[in-house]
């Protein structure tokens, strides 16, 4: 890989990962609402999962979609509705106080196994592979997964940490209900580009 591929990937791993999308919504929330210790799992979880998404799709999942162009369909249409479901959840989510153990956010294996049905994960990998990994060699599939595993992480805990500010201003209930409402429907959103004709 050249350096000029090498740094094209690094600066749509960036771009991809810090622009809003159903993750990083998810933190933002998570950050408000339970504080960024409590949301590393969350974090990692898409980290993680992200990269292994990468390693499957790269080494042979991709083929799947390519041979069967109604697979990917049926997958679209489960995460559009998914993610309606998690945004009406996120909307009427109780306020959780401090003293309140029964509030959770996602754990590690849940936000890794979310990437599977978010759409705009979908969107990065095949791209990501695609355009940067266009023979899908081990070698090249390994690197475009490393690099999302450097990249993603510390640009997805940003807006854990704009969520975790953010409380500062949510000190009533009223406010916090407003912000979560506020966040599905930016969840909801999130979802205009998966809704576009492929």
Known sequence: MTYEILSGLVLFA?????????NNMMLMASGANFGFRRTIPHMLGINLGFVFMCLVVGLGLAQVFAAYPVSYTVLRTFSVVYLLWLAWKIAHAAPVRKSDATGQPMTLLQAAAFQWINPKAWAMVLTAISVYSPQQTVQ??????????????????????????MARLLNSSRRLVIFNRTMAALLVLSLYPVLLPA
Request: proline fraction near 9%; aromatic fraction near 8%.
């Open 14 to 22: 960036f771009v991809s990962s810090i622009t809003p999308g159903p």
């Open 140 to 165: 090249m599939i390994v690197l475009v997964a490393a690099v999302f595993c450097a990249v993603n992480l510390p640009s997805i805990s940003s807006w854990t940490v704009l969520g975790q500010q």
